[in-house]
């Protein structure tokens, strides 16, 4: 529950978010993403190697993330090309494709991690027959960001989310193909959520030739 915004209470005390930033996080660019590919496996971080190349690939939401099952990403004993989550916000499945190098470095890990298909992926520290918290994933997120010389303020968890998304959309101009990916029910979301303007929609007018 919120305070009035008269309330006497309330006076003298900072906000929630003062001196943060918030709004939309900038994706990452592909340098950016090999250079944390650099960092962690330098560091020897196998486990967060895969759970970065995952959230890369799946374009998923924290809460949806942390909460994979080893089930969803094997078969035998092999990882799967593509998977599939229902949305904990929209109670909608989407899928999503498991490239070559985060099929890799996920094999390492689980192979290292051991435990059923009915364990999570990513286990909590504390309590090993829980998942990774999404505090804890943001943590991580920004230890990543800024191993390589970016701003914790201007990335973050939803910077993963839309890193593929947005240099699939730059490369193809498909906003439906991305509404798809990203498991959006409105189109219109998935032009908010990309930060789509008319500067960019005039470019890809201009590079088509009738």
Not at 42 to 51: F, N, P, S, T, V
Not at 123 to 151: F, K, M
Not at 162 to 173: E, F, M, Q
Request: net charge positive.
């Amino acid at each position: 529950m919120g305070t009035a915004q008269y309330d006497p209470g309330s006076l003298g005390r900072p906000a929630w978010n003062a001196g943060r930033k918030v709004g939309v996080k900038k994706p990452l660019k592909q340098r950016q993403i090999w250079a944390i590919r650099f960092f962690l496996d330098r560091e020897g971080r196998m486990r967060d190697r895969a759970l970065f190349d995952l959230a890369i690939d799946s374009k998923l939401r924290g809460c949806d993330l942390v909460k994979m099952k080893i089930g969803t990403l094997v078969t035998g004993r092999e990882i799967r090309t593509r998977a599939m989550v229902t949305q904990q916000k929209t109670g909608r499945p989407v899928q999503f494709e498991i490239t070559a190098d985060a099929r890799a470095s996920l094999l390492a890990w689980l192979e290292r991690r051991g435990g059923t298909i009915d364990d999570y992926a990513f286990p909590s520290r504390v309590d090993h027959s829980d998942h990774l918290s999404t505090r804890q994933y943001a943590r991580l997120v920004d230890e990543w960001v800024t191993a390589i010389g970016l701003r914790k303020e201007e990335y973050g968890t939803h910077s993963l989310r839309r890193t593929k998304a947005a240099i699939i959309y730059k490369a193809t101009g498909n906003l439906r193909a991305i509404q798809i990916l990203l498991g959006h029910t409105k189109i219109e979301n998935t032009v908010r959520y990309l930060g789509v303007d008319i500067e960019d929609a005039l470019e890809l007018a201009e590079k088509t030739e009738i």
